[in-house]
């Protein structure tokens, strides 16, 4: 089992342009969650799904959206960066007893010019 | 939401046992306690979970007394690979989706 991935690793963008973080599980979790996290600081919520084709909002979702189309993948987009989301972001999934564990991936760490 | 409070940091030197000791005043009924440990530049891992009294695992102790209004995780005979960020935070119960990590406690571990 891979476990949680996430691409890319490292981006960089220049404020204004768009792009597409995944996060794959191989765990058949019902749950996925997006996080950030700003240096020194805790993990905050961005968005999380509850299943396939379901999304919510969190704690920070501005400038932020989600896709999960599959249940295997969570899609997190910004159309517009802004250095205001430079961060790094953690992805994590669980199954559906509501005492699990959560899992996360990697991490991505994205900088915004 | 349980807020929950821990130490900022705390140092340490190996061979050490290390108590972190979280306060959550305002836990549910409901609620387990459970840890996670955060590396530079890797995502949160599991440690232990617990709802009253003691549990241990391979890895740590979770002690949680009668009220569940703290409780500390202990780390015996740490280790350099033991420095990292600890996180105490209420798990979801049923209805609740997901974690509220607070800023956690800086461990470092000295030669």
Known sequence: NAGVTQTPKFRVLKTGQSMTLLCAQDMNHEYMYWYRQDPGMGLRLIHYSVGEGTTAKGEVPDGYNVSRLKKQ???LGLES???SQTSVYFC??????????QFF????????L | LAKTTQPISMDSYEGQEVNITCSHNNIATNDYITWYQQFPSQGPRFIIQGYKTKVTNEVASLFIPADRKSSTLSLPRVSLSDTAVY???PSPRPGR???TFGSGTRLQVQP
């Open chain 1, 81 to 83: 960066a802004a250095p």
């Open chain 1, 73 to 75: 993948n969570f899609l």
């Open chain 1, 92 to 101: 994590a999934s669980r199954g559906s007893d509501p005492y699990n564990e």
């Open chain 2, 97 to 99: 989706r997901a974690l």
């Open chain 2, 87 to 89: 996180y105490c935070l």
């Open chain 1, 105 to 112: 991936g990697p991490g991505t760490r994205l900088t915004v």
